[in-house]
């Protein structure tokens, strides 16, 4: 079969892993995460950069290494992109292990035409982005820099930056540009919706010899017992956390120490319990309540969420977006109550293989997990939304988890800790449906097709928007890279 043209479909370029994080260190931002580089134990020192303007040393003679000093290779209306911009892009990505076989002088320069086009037209339209909005990313930039590398000396080492405050005026650059490149994107295709008529037209125009082939898929479904700690276990942590609230009001004990010492959130325990959100952050709804109901400077009372009970201390508050520490404490389960939640799934396993009720029926009867029991029990894939999980793209610990369940079979009741810090519970997993390996079906894959024409669509408006921007924006490109072979007109024939 030939490689089909669907699988090429790409309206924002994707650059994942050491690739992306390589891209951040260099400034070509083309991504909304805030990606930070591997930093191996012994390596503390930093990235060649062959753009140095300042000859160096070859050795201790006289004698003087030769660098080509740094020119513009293009300018995009406000913006100038120099040889050194590219050439330390392609270095780093090196450094970074990245496969750069397929990744051209020409194709980088041509990403970074886009991205400043997308800036410089964002400017014009006034899509702003807020100085305190940069701020926060950087400092969050910072602060895991700091967490990986060890230091704020060691990171200004590793980056070959001479103090604190031009690191971070070279941050608030990279990301302004950044974050203003991406809400254009965001502009172009944020009212772009798709039609049942034109995912079946998008299908129609697919020869059968191209159309795409979907790896084999599993439906999952799962009933949950949570096991409820003791109200004697519950008030341990609450007078716990008042204790620490207290300790840090009277005694101006350090809440960061605390957090450090205390907190059972995996997510930011180490970083003294810190937190950066706004109202849109995907936090638990009272947590987000509690804290954007607080001044700064002051503490909450202990308040509890499905992960169990907290108190927030806002530490600074950047108009929409607050600075917070937070402690979570969870009460003990005492193995007794494990173990009755053990024993109950193991009755309903027992009941539902012998016909007495479905799967689904137990579920929505006796599952404790709101977001699945009323579905039948049915999981959903986080990265569609959609029932079905790809065999070679699931986590590994949920595949572990069914691999070896037949057809109908139930799996005895799993232990499970919750990876986001709440607590732990038991469950049983049923596979309800399994799909093999095949070629697009236009009925039984409509949600994948409908994401396909959906991308097509929205990379065609981009395209359309990209054109009529390059035609009405003043566009330069240095003799040199004339040659190019780029995707967009940028030499304007």
């Not at 030769?66 to 040889?83: C, M, S």
């Not at 010899?209 to 084999?216: L, Q």
């Amino acid at each position: 079969m030939k490689q089909s043209r669907i699988k090429n479909l790409k309206f924002i370029p994707k650059i994942k892993g050491a690739v992306l994080a390589a891209i951040w260190c260099a400034g070509l931002a083309i991504s909304a995460q805030d990606s930070i580089p591997e930093v191996p134990d012994n390596q503390v020192e930093p990235m060649e950069n062959i753009a140095e303007a300042t000859p160096k040393k070859k050795d201790s003679t006289n004698n003087f290494k030769r660098i080509k000093l740094d020119g513009i290779a293009a300018v995009v209306g406000d913006y100038v992109i120099l040889d050194s911009d590219i050439e330390k892009t392609l270095i780093d990505l090196k450094s970074q292990g990245a496969n750069t076989a397929d990744i051209t002088r020409c194709g980088l320069l041509g990403k970074l035409m886009e991205d400043r086009l997308y800036a410089h037209q964002a400017v014009q339209d006034s899509i702003l982005v807020s100085d305190d909005e940069v701020n926060a990313t950087g400092d969050r930039q910072l602060q895991s820099l700091v967490q990986q590398i060890g230091s704020m000396d060691k990171v200004l080492k590793y980056y070959k930056k001479t103090d604190e405050a031009s690191f971070r005026e070279e941050l608030y650059k990279i990301n302004k540009l950044r974050m203003l490149s991406e809400r254009m994107q965001q502009d172009i295709i944020k009212e772009i919706e798709i039609t049942p008529e034109e995912v079946r037209q998008f299908f129609n125009k697919i020869p059968e010899d191209e159309r795409p082939v979907f790896g084999a898929e599993l439906e999952i479904a799962q009933i949950v017992k949570s096991p409820e700690p003791s109200e004697e276990e519950k008030q341990k942590v609450v007078d716990k956390l008042n204790q620490i609230k207290a300790d840090v009001e009277d005694n101006d004990a350090s809440f960061s120490v605390k957090a450090i010492l205390y907190s059972q959130d995996p997510g930011s325990k180490s970083k003294g319990g810190f937190y950066s959100i706004t109202k849109q952050t995907g936090f638990d709804k009272t947590f987000k309540d509690v804290a954007f109901s607080l001044q700064e400077g002051e503490i909450s009372e202990p308040f509890e969420t499905a992960f169990g009970y907290h108190i927030i201390f806002i530490e600074k508050i950047r108009g929409q977006e607050l600075d917070l520490r937070h402690i979570l404490i969870q009460p003990e389960i005492s193995e007794n109550a494990l173990e009755e939640a053990k024993t109950e799934l193991d009755s309903i396993r027992l009941k539902v293989m012998n016909g007495e009720f479905t799967f689904a029926e137990a579920a929505l009867n006796f599952s404790d997990e709101k977001e699945t029991k009323f579905d039948g029990g049915l999981l959903r894939n986080p990265q569609d939304f959609s029932s079905r999980f790809e065999l070679t793209k699931m986590d590994p610990a949920l595949y572990n988890q069914v691999r070896n369940l037949k057809d109908n079979e139930l799996s005895y009741p799993i232990l499970e800790q919750d990876p986001r810090g709440g607590p732990p519970k038991y469950k049983i997993l049923k596979v309800t449906n399994r799909f093999d390996e095949h070629v697009a079906d236009f009925a039984k894959d409509y949600t994948k097709i409908q994401q396909l024409a959906l991308t097509e669509k929205q990379f065609n408006a981009i395209k359309e928007w990209m054109d009529e921007h390059i035609e009405d924006t003043y566009i330069s490109v240095n003799e040199a890279n004339t040659d190019c072979d780029f995707a967009n007109n940028w030499i304007k024939e």
